[in-house]
């Protein structure tokens, strides 16, 4: 039996897959920070037939993520597979983005990994095995427009992650990174502000929302990630990299093959429709917005 523990369980993606996994026969536990956000995933489970169990976690908070995986631990003799999951956005120009905000990004998108990872590891390291899956972002590849503080910590991710997969390789566990394009989930709705104070950087912005307003047509579902993570821990050909959603192929594919100054030539494009041209050429992804 497969013990997983996967953290911002109560929407989203963390929701989708806490419920997808446990039909496919695993104990899962869903964590997230107050058992009132819980009822989305009770329900969800409840129709799916199957059994989440939920766990108070605040990845800010570094007691918290040890009192969470205690608490997994004890009930169920250990973790097989943590996956770190909770995550929030992050809109701003590095101009105009305060310091505190990129703390708070930082604090839950790469600091609460590392508490998960620093909690999970002694008993892995023990039993000799396990999985940890870090779910990071296209953008974690590709440094999306008018995003600084969200790029910059998936960013971090990335490199934390690839470093973390060495460092666990001698004792038989894995690292496996997420990287999904646009999904539908609450963090979409919640990404709206444009900070943008001194008025120069309207285009930067406009074409930050025209790309996800392209992708929201027809975003990824988050069972497509869920489907990802299963074949990330259970494949018998291990990668560290996957990715799924609308856009992650191809922004991952061919953003290697644009020279690091083609891609800021892009950014100098002064015409939103030349841009937009541009950015379908190398990508081969239409970002006009609906």
């Given at each position: 039996?497969?013990?997983?523990?996967?953290?911002?369980?109560?929407?989203?993606?963390?929701?989708?897959?806490?419920?997808?996994?446990?039909?496919?026969?695993?104990?899962?536990?869903?964590?997230?920070?107050?058992?009132?956000?819980?009822?989305?995933?009770?329900?969800?489970?409840?129709?799916?037939g199957v059994d989440v169990s939920p766990v108070v976690?605040?990845?800010?908070?570094?007691?918290?993520?040890?009192?969470?995986?205690?608490?997994?631990?004890?009930?169920?003799?250990?973790?097989?597979?943590?996956?770190?999951?909770?995550?929030?956005?992050?809109?701003?120009?590095?101009?105009?983005?305060?310091?505190?905000?990129?703390?708070?990004?930082?604090?839950?998108?790469?600091?609460?990994?590392?508490?998960?990872?620093?909690?999970?590891?002694?008993?892995?390291?023990?039993?000799?095995?396990?999985?940890?899956?870090?779910?990071?972002?296209?953008?974690?590849?590709?440094?999306?427009?008018?995003?600084?503080?969200?790029?910059a910590s998936k960013w971090a991710l990335e490199g934390?992650?690839?470093?973390?997969?060495?460092?666990?390789?001698?004792?038989?566990?894995?690292?496996?990174?997420?990287?999904?394009?646009?999904?539908?989930?609450?963090?979409?709705?919640?990404?709206?502000?444009?900070?943008?104070?001194?008025?120069?950087?309207?285009?930067?912005?406009?074409?930050?929302?025209?790309?996800?307003?392209?992708?929201?047509?027809?975003?990824?579902?988050?069972?497509?990630?869920?489907?990802?993570?299963?074949?990330?821990?259970?494949?018998?050909?291990?990668?560290l990299r996957w990715t799924c959603g609308w856009g992650?192929?191809?922004?991952?594919?061919?953003?290697?093959?644009?020279?690091?100054?083609?891609?800021?030539?892009?950014?100098?494009?002064?015409?939103?429709?030349?841009?937009?041209?541009?950015?379908?050429?190398?990508?081969?992804?239409?970002?006009?917005?609906?």
């Open positions: 039996m497969t013990v997983a523990l996967i953290t911002g369980a109560n929407s989203g993606i963390g929701r989708g897959a806490a419920v997808d996994l446990a039909s496919r026969g695993w104990t899962v536990y869903g964590s997230m920070r107050s058992l009132e956000k819980g009822d989305g995933l009770a329900a969800m489970a409840a129709a799916a976690c605040d990845v800010t908070d570094t007691d918290s993520v040890n009192r969470a995986v205690a608490e997994v631990t004890d009930a169920e003799g250990g973790i097989d597979v943590l996956i770190n999951n909770a995550g929030v956005g992050g809109n701003g120009v590095a101009e105009e983005t305060p310091i505190e905000v990129y703390n708070e990004v930082m604090d839950v998108n790469l600091n609460g990994v590392i508490r998960g990872v620093r909690a999970v590891l002694p008993q892995m390291r023990e039993r000799g095995g396990g999985c940890i899956i870090n779910v990071s972002s296209v953008a974690g590849v590709v440094a999306a427009i008018g995003q600084s503080p969200y790029v934390l992650s690839e470093g973390l997969a060495q460092e666990v390789a001698p004792f038989g566990i894995r690292v496996a990174i997420i990287e999904p394009g646009i999904v539908k989930t609450a963090i979409m709705a919640k990404n709206t502000e444009a900070p943008n104070h001194s008025g120069a950087y309207d285009a930067a912005y406009r074409r930050m929302f025209a790309f996800y307003g392209a992708g929201l047509q027809t975003p990824g579902d988050p069972t497509e990630v869920s489907d990802v993570i299963y074949e990330a821990v259970t494949t018998d050909e291990p990668r992650g192929v191809e922004l991952t594919t061919n953003r290697p093959k644009l020279s690091d100054e083609e891609w800021v030539a892009m950014g100098a494009i002064a015409d939103d429709a030349a841009y937009q041209a541009r950015f379908s050429e190398v990508f081969d992804l239409d970002v006009t917005g609906p």
